[in-house]
């Protein structure tokens, strides 16, 4: 099974990266599946101009990600919320390919500083996936107040709290992707 992890900010500080590198070294650790990075802050994807089908010399970046998405069996989007929505850089990447996310099980991540987990980036991004024909894993990930409940390399300030909740994410995001291969 291959997992890939987005990490959709490209902020300065970005703390929702902290859960993508959280997700990397417990899929690592837990040896659940592969697992692949597909960081948008290295990629400096250019403002949509034209999804990468349609263009006529696209960048090596552009087409490592379609590459990416392709190869794998299951997609973690972590993304944080930015004015009840989510980043720019997040809807760009979206937008650049189509088809390579047909049927491909998306797990949602999200991570705020306030209090209330990102709900708005998590109902947001559900009609885009389902237009893209992509499968919702119907567990969510989300982490209130990211900035104090994870060191800057992705450790947990609660682990067991968030293994369990970790567990029953990737649970049901690997039960889908596998039920899909059969």
Same mark, same amino acid.
């Given at each position: 099974? $291959?997992?890939?992890?987005?990490? @959709?900010?490209?902020?300065?500080?970005? $703390? /929702?990266?902290?859960?993508?590198?959280? !997700?990397?070294?417990?899929? =690592?650790?837990?040896?659940? @599946?592969?697992?692949?990075? @597909?960081?948008?802050?290295?990629?400096? !994807?250019? *403002? !949509?101009?034209?999804?990468?089908?349609?263009?006529?010399?696209?960048?090596?970046?552009?087409? =490592?990600?379609?590459? $990416?998405?392709?190869?794998?069996?299951?997609?973690?989007?972590?993304?944080?919320?930015?004015?009840?929505?989510?980043? @720019? /850089?997040?809807?760009?990447?979206?937008?650049?390919?189509?088809?390579?996310?047909?049927?491909? *099980?998306?797990?949602?991540?999200?991570?705020?500083?306030?209090?209330?987990?990102?709900?708005?980036?998590?109902?947001?991004?559900?009609?885009? !996936?389902?237009?893209?024909?992509?499968?919702?894993?119907?567990?969510?990930?989300?982490?209130?107040?990211?900035?104090?409940?994870?060191?800057?390399?992705?450790?947990?300030?609660?682990?067991?709290?968030?293994?369990?909740?970790?567990?029953?994410?990737?649970?049901?995001?690997?039960?889908?992707?596998?039920?899909? =291969? =059969?």
């Amino acid at each position: 099974m $291959q997992i890939l992890i987005i990490s @959709a900010s490209v902020r300065l500080d970005r $703390q /929702s990266h902290k859960v993508a590198l959280f !997700f990397q070294q417990y899929i =690592k650790q837990q040896k659940l @599946a592969e697992v692949d990075m @597909a960081d948008l802050a290295t990629y400096d !994807f250019p *403002v !949509f101009e034209e999804r990468l089908e349609n263009q006529e010399n696209p960048s090596e970046s552009a087409k =490592k990600f379609s590459a $990416q998405i392709v190869a794998a069996d299951a997609i973690i989007i972590v993304t944080p919320e930015y004015n009840s929505g989510y980043p @720019a /850089s997040l809807k760009n990447a979206l937008d650049l390919i189509t088809w390579e996310w047909k049927h491909k *099980v998306i797990g949602l991540a999200t991570a705020s500083s306030g209090m209330f987990g990102d709900i708005h980036a998590q109902l947001l991004l559900l009609p885009i !996936f389902l237009k893209l024909r992509a499968i919702i894993s119907p567990v969510v990930f989300p982490n209130p107040q990211v900035q104090i409940n994870y060191d800057d390399a992705g450790n947990p300030k609660d682990p067991e709290s968030v293994h369990k909740r970790a567990d029953a994410f990737l649970g049901e995001m690997l039960w889908l992707a596998g039920a899909l =291969k =059969k």
